[in-house]
């Protein structure tokens, strides 16, 4: 199961993608072979690979795939992941985060995919694409797998700021009602807002005050809210959408890949065990198979940058071949989407979205 549509926007071509080829964990030939593998099924992306000139062209040589469809940008320096995103904003102009920010911004690119150091990455591409008009802080969406029919739910703020106040978790709310119809075709998407319980009295101040703001606003913002959600429905069927602020959002993500990774090692000492365990897994291979693949945050690598001026996708600092690939899939599936003009759209009406009365009239008499 796909986790966004396959469908193009009407009249959609050649997809280009500005990958950033250092900062990631496993270095430059990792990222490049994730594109390699993204070309070899797709032959309508084409990539504006950004990295030192010398070791990415021997790297992309090696690669049949990747004939003519890379054109490569020297950039010297990289942003390591010890790097403060205030250093890199003082002294990164000459880096391949920098440089593959700023192909977006040109508009020689449709989306920016890097594994670079988050906080450098949101902080770049928050001053050189600017924020979207009527968005105080951007959020980094991520897809969970889940129990819902679409088999993933959104889950946003996940670490682009810390910090999140009422009118900060209405603007996920929102942003994240528009990846969820415009990613995942959900015309109507429930929206949650996690909390440490669903009863309406629990939570923090902002938490209180933005359940009530949401609630307003639910109607005229075409989703349905479905009130406080805890941890557990993270990966249920309760809500399409979970909303909350950077700071627990970064920590329930990490959580999450953390239980995954020791089920899966269990898994593998529980089954070389005895003889008789292992002719079990033998037995359970393709279910196994099946299970590691659902689990498997490789295959779902990718957070979204939502807010800006142009679309960023986050991926893992981790991430090899396949998690590469995962990421630029879901880049150039938002870009055919035409999601980053809906989005900006979405978020232009919501200016003037009610804060009190959620069936106040534009000047035709119809609801925002």
Known sequence: ????????????????????????DR???????GISRSAKVNPDIRFILHGPKATLEKLVAKK????????IRDAQDVVSMEDKPSHVMRNGKATSMWSAIDSVRAKEADVCVSCGNTGALM?????????????????????????????????LDVGADIRADEQDLLQYALMGASYARNGMELKRPRIGLLNVGTEEHKGRAELKLAHDLIT?????AEFDFVGFVEGGDIPGDVADVII???????????????????????LREAFKYSPLSRLAALLAYTSLNRLNERIDPRRVNGGVFLGLNGTVVKSH???????????????FKLSQSGFSEKLAARVASAVSLPQDDPMSKDNNGTTS
């Open 244 to 266: 909350t602020d950077g700071f627990t959002g970064n920590i329930a993500l990490k959580t999450g890949e953390g239980t995954a990774s020791l089920i899966g090692s269990l």
């Open 27 to 33: 270095g430059p030939a990792a990222v490049v072979a």
């Open 317 to 331: 600092g981790s991430a090899d071949a396949t998690g590469v690939s995962a990421a630029v899939k879901l880049a």
């Open 216 to 220: 307003q606003n639910a109607d005229a």
């Open 123 to 155: 902080m770049l591409s928050v001053v050189r694409l600017r924020k979207l008009p009527g968005v105080n802080r951007p959020a980094i969406a991520v897809l969970w797998p889940s129990r819902s029919a679409q088999g993933f739910n959104i889950m």
């Open 1 to 24: 199961m796909t986790a966004l549509s396959e469908n193009p926007k009407s009249g959609a071509g050649r997809t280009t993608i500005s990958v950033d080829a250092m900062g990631g």
């Open 64 to 71: 049949k795939p990747l004939a003519g469809r890379v054109e």
